[in-house]
């Protein structure tokens, strides 16, 4: 269970939290409990762990090498050999279907890592120290948002160079403002509890009251947007990809082989339709999973 | 509650009126360019494109999709076809290419004369045209448009045909003088044996000197000709309009309107020609002719070969690139028949920079042919067995000489992972890749379609050292002192037997420092719908539409 270390400093604010609620003393436990019981959210579930194997064990899964080249056998219909056909330059479709998947989860990480780590940081100090500094920084995550996320991202990875690396950069940078307004809204209402007043009156600093207290009790709308944000990640670096301005060949990344197999999009839609399909599979996992995960954490729908 | 349908309301309205104001925008911007007489007719215009684009019944709408927008539409500071494309249409040259070929006929010159040291030529012209504008074209006009393009480089192909530099910004055209109301005569300093084929290029179109003096600047966007169509609208990256010139001294043109419109990816203007909403489109997928061939109202239409497909070695780059040993040893690890195959058909390979169906080109020089193990050990002896990292630029848009650029990127990039070459892929849009701003390439694809139907057109333009600068042709930055001697000795030399001989000898020089590797050589597919009649494509990449009929 990878919940668990998260779950043991949670449980001593959850004290606080929680004490109208004696019989449930683990937080992540009883929202687990809830996820199981929305269908959606399972399927959702069930999704993300296929995908997660099939990233894990994508060598022992695929049947050819993503990368080997047999023009004379270019755009082959499925098969028993070539189970979702060939693509414009005879490789398995099937077997880079598999390794793009290492390359998604990978963007849908470091992407959404990046988006947290710098969202998180200016978010909390945004809502935590208020005044000018709040002004500041949510004017700049304003300015940020008013511009269309893909866009945005376009311009950066074009300042940056396109490659995969920039374009992980490119889509996180994009993510930010969701996380940053997201924390604000929480620490603001979370800064101005009993026990926040407590911390302090017992003569804890700024930072510890920041990051041992409040953020621990921030934790759950940020999990949620995580989630939710590696389906927005990986659709917005396959666009770039789609563009030239992410992966670059041979990577078997999903939305550059749907950019590559365009051109033969009417005798050989297998070319495009697959890798179409994974995309679509993997945001819509994140996606169910996400909004389950958020109906299962929001307090208000508690019992 | 009630504040918030009230809120919605407002939002309603506000939507609304921007999507309106979205629309004028539109509209404004496209009579942008426009003379002040075409914005009073801005109104009947929109009405006629809605016609227009209710589809190709009407049947005196020509509507041509293609990939890219022209750049300007004054063909003298252009090279890419785009432009040329329109220009066709709108411009005259002095002389013409005959339809199929680049023998050279009469056009705006009825009749020419070249003195016997070949440096006087005196052209007689009509005296029965004028301009869009309704002013005369006479001999004046000719001296007016050459002056101009000796007044600044952004000329190109005034430079790269006739020599000019800074230093001698006429080149080899010491003079041009009206001799009479309509003979105008051109003093050469030295012969010139490509000399009349150059003036056919719709480079030399001739505009209305009252309209440059006119517009100036935008010129590029009120072009004024003598063509057989007058320019009437261009609305940026989407559509351009041009309609038919009643009074055009040759045969007028057989519809009331052309229209190129933009549809940048392939697959998608394909299926705007099966919907049946525009006429022809060049840029097929070679894919789809089999798609066209099955379709009973689509006809399949061949360019006459003449292009070529090759990827450059940038050869003044410090480091492998300037070895002529690896240079030849890519040439041999790189399996062009394999390549080929992604041609689907329309590319036979490449051995010279010039195309097998022009006169000059050398047959007896043999391809490198595919041996990776010998590629292997030139490698060796250069220094470069380990292996090696190089960067490859290619770019987005399938070009008539390389339908897939980015496949058969990785398709290279595959063969020299055989030899331990290890190739990194650039992709840039074709204004990025051709602007020559970023010369960290090792290797770049590019490809040429002949102007004028001369080997000079080819090897002067792309691999003497005249034009071994970032934005000229030599993409090779391929210097090499014989070559030079040989093409400048080849313009000079009125006889072709002589000149043929020149030019194998420096096809061979070629061939053995390896600036290039040649990889095809097109027919390039266009498709239209069946009741397009009389559309003949010329090998030069475009031509005029006036004999092209719709049949109903």
């Known amino acids: 269970m990878s919940l668990q270390p998260d779950s043991t400093p949670d449980t001593d604010t959850g004290t606080f939290n929680n004490q109208e609620h004696p019989k449930t003393n683990n937080l992540f436990k009883e929202s687990f409990l809830r996820i199981l019981k929305s269908k959606t959210s399972v399927i959702g579930l069930c999704i993300i762990i296929i995908l997660l194997l099939t990233a894990l064990l994508a060598p022992l899964i695929a049947t050819h090498s993503p990368t080997d080249q047999s023009i004379v056998n270019r755009y082959q219909p499925p098969s028993v050999d070539h189970w979702l056909g060939t693509d414009e330059l005879g490789r398995d479709i099937f077997s880079r279907i598999v390794f793009g998947t290492r390359i998604s989860i990978q963007i849908g990480v470091i992407a959404v890592g990046i988006s947290m780590i710098v969202g998180v940081t200016l978010g909390s100090i945004a809502g935590y120290f208020g005044r000018w500094i709040d002004m500041i920084i949510m004017r700049v995550i304003d300015i940020m948002l008013a511009f269309p996320s893909v866009l945005l991202a376009i311009a950066l990875v074009t300042i940056l ?18 996380f940053a307004r997201l924390v604000r809204s929480s620490v603001l209402s979370v800064k101005e509890t009993e026990y926040i007043e407590a911390s302090k009156a017992i003569g804890a600093r700024n930072l510890r009251t920041l990051f041992g207290h409040i953020l621990p009790n921030c934790l759950a709308p940020i999990i949620v947007q995580m989630t939710l944000g590696i389906g927005t990640a990986i659709l917005d670096a396959a666009g770039l990809s789609f563009l030239g301005l992410g992966a670059q060949p041979p990577t078997p990344e999903w939305g550059a082989m749907l950019s590559d197999g365009r051109a ?9 339709a697959f890798p179409g399909v994974a995309i679509f599979l993997f945001v819509l996992g994140f996606n169910l999973f996400g909004d389950g995960l958020r109906d299962a954490l929001d307090p208000k729908l508690k019992d | 509650m009630k504040k918030r349908y009230l809120l919605m309301f407002i939002t309603f309205l506000f939507m609304v009126a921007l ?17 002040d007489d075409a914005n009073a007719e801005d109104q009947g215009q929109a009405d006629e494109d809605e016609q227009a684009d209710e589809g190709s019944d009407d049947g005196n709408t020509l509507i041509f999709g293609r990939g890219n927008d022209s750049l300007q539409l004054d063909p003298a500071a252009v090279t890419d076809g785009e432009s040329i494309y329109v220009t066709n249409q709108i411009y005259d040259t002095l002389v013409q290419y005959e339809e ?3 023998n050279v006929k009469p056009s705006l010159a009825t009749d020419w004369e070249v003195s016997d040291n070949k440096l006087t030529w005196t052209f007689q012209l009509r005296d029965d045209v004028k301009f869009h504008d309704g002013t005369d074209f006479n001999a004046e006009a000719v001296v007016y448009n050459f002056e101009r393009w000796t007044t600044s480089a952004e000329f190109t192909y005034y430079g790269a045909m006739f020599r000019a530099t800074d230093d001698n910004p006429k080149g080899i055209i010491e003079n041009v003088e009206a001799t009479d109301e309509y003979e105008v005569q051109f003093t050469l300093s030295e012969p010139n044996a490509p000399f009349l084929n150059t003036l056919a290029m719709a480079a030399f179109g001739i505009a209305s000197p009252e309209s440059i003096e006119k517009h100036g600047e935008d010129f590029f966007k009120n072009p004024v000709g003598t063509g057989p169509f007058i320019f009437e609208e261009w609305v940026p990256d989407d559509s351009i309009t041009l309609t038919k010139n009643e009074d055009y001294f040759g045969e007028a043109a057989k519809v009331d309107e052309v229209i190129f419109r933009t549809i940048p990816d392939n697959g998608a203007r394909f299926m705007e020609l099966q919907a049946g909403s525009i006429d022809i489109m060049n840029g097929l997928n070679p894919q789809d002719i089999q798609n066209v061939e099955s379709d009973e109202n689509l006809q399949a239409i061949y360019r006459p070969s003449m292009n070529v497909g090759y990827m450059a070695f940038n050869t003044d780059k410090e480091g492998p690139m300037s070895e002529k040993l690896v240079r030849q040893a890519i040439n041999l690890a790189i399996d062009k028949d394999e390549l080929l195959k992604l041609y689907e058909g329309i590319g036979k390979p490449a051995t010279n920079p010039i195309p097998p169906s022009m006169w000059g080109h050398n047959d007896d020089i043999e391809d490198y042919g595919y041996d990776p193990e010998e590629a292997k050990s030139l490698l060796s002896q250069a220094g470069y067995g380990d292996g090696m990292d190089l960067v490859l630029h290619t770019f987005s848009n399938p070009r008539d000489y390389m339908p897939q650029p980015k496949v058969t990127a990785q398709a290279i990039q595959e063969m020299l992972k055989d030899v331990n070459i290890n190739v990194e892929i650039i992709e840039n849009d074709w204004d990025t890749h051709t602007s020559g701003e970023d010369m960290s390439y090792d290797m770049k694809f590019l490809g040429w379609i002949g102007d004028n139907g001369d080997p000079d057109n080819f090897l002067y333009y792309l691999l003497d050292k005249d034009n071994a600068t970032p934005d000229a042709g030599n993409t090779a930055m391929y210097k090499s002192n014989e070559v030079h001697d040989l093409l400048i000795e080849a ?13 194998m000898e420096a096809q061979e020089i070629i061939h053995e420092d390896a600036p290039w590797l040649p990889i095809a050589h097109t027919t390039p597919p266009l498709a239209a719908n069946k009741n397009v009649k009389n559309y003949v494509p010329h090998p030069t990449g475009s031509e005029p539409f006036n004999l092209i009929e719709i049949e109903k």
């Open chain 1, 161 to 178: 160079g396109p490659s995969l690396r920039n374009a992980m950069i490119a889509v996180g940078i994009v993510g930010v403002p969701q």
């Open chain 1, 264 to 272: 033969a999009l009417q005798n050989a839609p297998w070319v495009v």
């Open chain 2, 19 to 35: 999507v309106l104001s979205g629309c004028t925008d539109d509209a404004g911007s496209g009579s942008d360019g426009a003379s």
């Open chain 2, 491 to 503: 313009q000079s030399e009125p006889d072709q037997d002589k000149r043929t001989e020149l030019y």
């Open chain 2, 100 to 102: 199929e070929g680049t």
